[in-house]
C-alpha cells in the first residue's frame, strides 16, 4: 500500500438568499493500493462528514463535499526526523495563487 495525500473542497451554504458560499480546503492522508482507490477513499471519507446545522441567528447551514482538488504520492513515506514533507502543488501564475491563499 501507499500513502496518498489529497486535497479536498467543501462548500457551505445557507439557508439565507443571496448568501456566498463558503469553502474549505482540508488537505487528508489515506493508505491505497492506487491513485483511484485512494481518490475513492476520500470522497467517501468526505461525504460521510457532511452535515447541517442551524447557527445561532436562526439559518440552515449546509456543508457538502464539493470536489477533490488534487491526490498525490506521498514524496517521502519514511519519517526519519523532524519535517517530513508530504505534498508539494505547482503552479505558474503567483497572483492568482496568492489571491485564492491570502498568503504572499
Known amino acids: 500500500m501507499t500513502i496518498f495525500i489529497g ?5 457551505a451554504t445557507s439557508s439565507v438568499e443571496n448568501r456566498a458560499p ?8 489515506v493508505k491505497a493500493f492506487d ?18 446545522y442551524k ?7 449546509t456543508w457538502k463535499f464539493d470536489k ?6 506521498v514524496l517521502e513515506e519514511n519519517f526519519t526526523d523532524g519535517v517530513r514533507q508530504l505534498h508539494a502543488r505547482h503552479f505558474k501564475d503567483i497572483e492568482a495563487h496568492t489571491k485564492m491563499t491570502g498568503s504572499v
Open 7 to 11: 486535497l479536498v473542497l467543501n462548500k
Open 35 to 52: 491513485e483511484a482507490s485512494a481518490r475513492q477513499a476520500i470522497e467517501t471519507n468526505a461525504r460521510g462528514k457532511e452535515s447541517s
Open 22 to 29: 463558503l469553502y474549505q480546503e482540508t488537505v487528508v492522508e
Open 55 to 61: 447557527n445561532a441567528a436562526g439559518d440552515i447551514i
Open 68 to 73: 477533490i482538488l488534487n491526490v498525490s504520492k
